[in-house]
């Protein structure tokens, strides 16, 4: 198996974290695999805001909706990484929404965010993609703009556990030939 598909399939939701910090050079190698992802027409839509204050992990802790599972990691991970994305620039031309879909900026932001959680799968840091929130109070947190939209929080550190992979489709299950 070759080392790409051995990250891709052992990567996880990582909820639960080590109390260490995570080296700068690190977490730049993970702001790295955002900077090469794909966009459309590579306009990079991406913003991330590196939060490493632990208040300040506190208050966006605190805008997490009740029973996500991933409440505690957004304060006990060392770093969160609040993903936000530039509206009217991704999926436009001439000023212009040009798909059915609109706004195209939540698709390149999965893009980078996948680069991001495989890049810290490969350093040897977990990570969980967290968008059960109350977005405008994120925001608000983290002085977000108008015209840019906080879309995820994502915890970083290192995982103190695990878990094993949850059951997944064959590919023939979810695999159309042809038609529909």
């Known amino acids: 198996m070759s080392e ?11 909820r639960k974290y080590e109390e260490r910090d995570v080296p700068e050079d690190l977490v730049n190698r993970v702001l790295e695999a ?33 029973k996500n599972p991933a409440t505690k990691a957004i304060g006990a991970a060392p770093v969160v990484l609040a993903i936000c994305g530039r509206l009217g620039v991704s999926g436009y031309y001439d000023n ?23 890049a810290a799968r490969e350093l040897g840091l977990g990570t969980v993609i967290v968008g059960l929130i109350d977005h405008d109070r994120a925001k608000a947190v983290l002085k977000v703009p108008e015209g840019v939209e906080l879309v995820a929080l994502i915890p970083l ?23 529909y």
Not at 6 to 11: G, I, P
Not at 36 to 61: G, H, M
Not at 110 to 117: D, E, M, N, P, V
Not at 157 to 179: I, N
């Open 157 to 179: 550190g290192y995982p103190a556990k695990s878990p094993t992979a949850p059951k997944r489709r064959e590919v023939a299950e979810f695999t159309h030939m042809e038609t």
């Open 4 to 14: 790409f598909f051995q990250v891709l399939e052992q990567r996880r939701s990582i």
């Open 96 to 118: 212009q929404a040009s798909t059915k879909f609109g706004d195209w900026y939540l698709f390149d932001l999965g893009i980078a965010t996948q680069s991001l959680c495989l």
């Open 34 to 66: 955002v900077k090469w992802s794909p966009s459309w027409t590579n306009c990079q839509c991406w913003e991330v805001v590196v939060v490493r204050d632990a208040a300040t992990r506190q208050k966006l802790q605190e805008t997490i909706l009740p």
